[in-house]
T-cell receptor, first 110, second 112 residues
Framework: DAGITQSPRHKVTETGTPVTLRCHQT?????MYWYRQDPGHGLRLIHY???????DKGEVSDGYSVSRSKTEDFLLTLESATSSQTSVYFC?????????FGPGTRLTVT | GENVEQHPSTLSVQEGDSAVIKCTYS??????FPWYKQELGKGPQLIID?????GEKKDQRIAVTLNKTAKHFSLHITETQPEDSAVYFC???????????FGTGTRLLVSP
């Protein structure tokens, strides 16, 4: 897992509440990514970071924001969760080579 | 932008048989093609990758082939074993900073 942890691993929340997912890496990789995984869609890129405080939008960024204040941490925030954001969220890192994934966070929005 | 299509969506084989999963991509600028294996409840794990300057790469029972002209690449697993059962994803992107685009996955079931 290339030293990637995600927290929490499971979360149930109500529609309209804010949610923050955390990704922590110990590999000192420059690049970090957030994906969501849904049946029939594979993995889709939400946001990515190419350095501290440097982030950009991916394919499905609406309703999500990110922050990266340290090399090792990349936070994904749902400002006001909706049922369509029920999914499994994966963090990934790379250093210009292979991309490695964390164990995932299963988020359910009721 | 890039679009990756993956077939088949499910594949059932007998132990010892070979399995082939195929992907096509749309962006001729893509030059990096990894394959990931995902077991139930876990994150995707990189199993093999290929870059556009190579036509084929092999690692024990796993091989990947790339046809840049036709824009397709394939994963070949020989002598399949029950532990090969998982969901496999192909992806396309660029070396260096990678904004990978993934296929929709193939569920491989290897029966003893």
């Amino acid at each position: 897992d290339a030293g990637i942890t995600q927290s929490p691993r499971h979360k149930v929340t109500e529609t309209g509440t804010p949610v923050t997912l955390r990704c922590h890496q110990t590999e000192n990789h420059r690049y970090m990514y957030w994906y969501r995984q849904d049946p029939g869609h594979g993995l889709r890129l939400i946001h990515y970071s190419y350095g501290v405080k440097d982030t950009d939008k991916g394919e499905v960024s609406d309703g999500y924001s990110v922050s990266r204040s340290k090399t090792e941490d990349f936070l994904l925030t749902l400002e006001s969760a909706t049922s369509s954001q029920t999914s499994v969220y994966f963090c990934a890192t790379d250093n210009g080579g292979e991309q490695y994934f964390g164990p995932g966070t299963r988020l359910t929005v009721t | 932008g890039e679009n990756v299509e993956q077939h088949p969506s499910t594949l059932s084989v007998q132990e010892g048989d070979s399995a082939v999963i195929k992907c096509t991509y749309s962006d001729s600028a893509s030059n990096y093609f990894p394959w990931y294996k995902q077991e139930l409840g876990k994150g995707p794990q990189l199993i093999i990758d290929i870059r556009s300057n190579v036509g084929e790469k092999k690692d024990q029972r796993i091989a990947v082939t790339l046809n840049k002209t036709a824009k397709h690449f394939s994963l070949h697993i020989t002598e399949t074993q029950p532990e090969d059962s998982a969901v496999y994803f192909c992806a396309a992107g660029n070396t260096g900073f990678q904004k990978l685009v993934f296929g929709t996955g193939t569920r491989l079931l290897v029966s003893p």
